[in-house]
């Protein structure tokens, strides 16, 4: 096929379809590394030219292994480019890149948009506003660190995703118990001040090192919230041009240059502190946000963040100019809770503005939009009770043991 590209895409999770999909329609061949946990899930087979499947998940993966296949592969066909779709493969993707001098974001990148403590120092280095935070290499840091910065604290895995892992403490007593518990894994840990507040996470798609589209919206239950005590998870986007939306967007701009992603997709949290008023950047990723907030996205704006997201990378390798569709600006919002239901029945929600329900076994969730902001938030509200009344299921979060 004329101007045909090989894309190699590495996904330790079943997502992306909408990404390998238009990957393969632009005209390319698209090859997918998984896990062979994964063998069955339903991939779209027909848009991938092969699979190949690598033993466990996430930090199972032997890169050596990984890299020998690579290698391998490479004697008879050229890799033109490897696209991380998940967090956990943004290090097992700039390990291959590295390795085999192949284009892309490499792996001093790579650390500001997977470890939450380069991610901070390279913040700081940059003038972006970030709560206090502290390494756990040096007793006396942490020392200062608790006698200096108000409680509470939350101690933070490095590179888990999501809220997964994260301890809050309450004062140094207990702080030093929960650092003697990690042993020798307390490096891979960072300690940070809790900072009440709202959480809002910024969509972005970048193209040349610069953002060409990015919606605001705001967590109405957090995912720290969720993963620690249960309950139903719910986000909305903001108003448009709103005080915060532009502060938000405006600080967006200044991690992506700072933490020097030239392209692709973004998802960055930030918190808006009760106590001061200020907006402090939280983490990032390089990739698309989970929860089915892509979905989300799509519904508000018309943007469909995966798909995109592989025109952009199409058009880098090809040398040619990308073009984002015309955005609406309407409003969307996501309702998601674990079900104690295999397949929920939510027929009950009828109302117009329920445009998708989340497919997922065990998981009852919708996504709503609406011209009006105000509409959607009420819509979440009602949901977000209804579905915590008849479908919710409380599952205690699992301690993480096998840190990345």
């Not at 003038?127 to 935070?133: E, Q, S």
């Not at 660190?145 to 309450?170: C, Q």
């Not at 929960?178 to 307390?186: A, P, V, W």
Request: proline share 3%; with cysteine; glycine share 6%.
């Amino acid at each position: 096929m004329e101007n045909s590209k090989t894309f190699l895409c590495i996904s330790n999770y079943f997502k992306g379809a909408d990404f390998l999909i238009h990957l393969k329609k632009l005209g390319n061949k698209v090859y997918l590394v998984t896990s062979e946990k994964l063998r069955d899930k339903p991939w779209p087979h027909e848009y991938i030219d092969e699979i190949f499947y690598m033993e466990g998940q996430d930090v199972d993966w032997n890169l050596e292994h990984l890299l020998l296949g690579v290698g391998n592969f490479l004697k008879s066909t050229k890799i033109d480019a490897i696209v991380a779709l998940d967090d956990y493969d943004v290090e097992k993707a700039t390990y291959l890149r590295e390795n085999l001098r192949i284009d892309g974001m490499g792996q001093t990148t790579g650390r500001y948009f997977r470890d939450k403590l380069a991610m901070r120092m390279r913040a700081k280095s940059c003038g972006i506003p970030i709560p206090a935070f502290c390494s756990l290499f040096n007793d006396h840091d942490i020392n200062t660190f608790a006698d200096t910065i108000p409680a509470p604290w939350v101690l933070k895995p490095r590179s888990e995703a999501s809220a997964s892992g994260i301890i809050k403490v309450y004062d140094k007593e207990s702080l030093w118990i929960h650092i003697n518990e990690m042993g020798n894994n307390r490096f891979k840990y960072l300690l940070e001040q809790f900072k009440p507040g709202d959480v809002y996470h910024c969509d972005s798609l970048i193209s040349d090192r610069k953002i060409i589209f990015s919606l605001t919206s705001r967590y109405l239950a957090t995912p720290m919230e969720i993963s620690q005590g249960g309950g139903v998870f719910r986000s909305a986007n903001i108003k448009y041009n709103s005080d915060d939306d532009k502060a938000i967007k405006k600080l967006n701009e200044q991690v992506m240059k700072g933490f020097g992603l030239k392209h692709g997709a973004a998802h960055t949290e930030f918190i808006k502190s009760i106590d001061d008023g200020q907006i402090y950047f939280l983490e990032t990723s390089s990739r698309v946000g989970g929860a089915h907030l892509a979905e989300m996205v799509a519904e508000a704006s018309n943007i469909n963040l995966w798909k995109e997201w592989a025109a952009i990378e199409n058009g880098l390798v090809k040398e040619t100019k990308y073009i984002l569709p015309k955005v609406k600006k309407g409003y969307a919002g996501i309702v998601l809770t674990l079900s104690k239901f295999q397949h929920p029945n939510l027929s009950s929600f009828s109302d117009p503005e329920v445009c998708f329900k989340v497919p997922l076994d065990y998981h009852a969730g919708l996504i709503v939009k609406s011209d009006k902001q105000e509409r959607v938030l009420e819509l979440l509200e009602d949901y977000g009770t209804r579905l915590a009344n008849d479908f919710t299921a409380v599952v205690e979060q699992s301690k993480v043991t096998n840190l990345h």
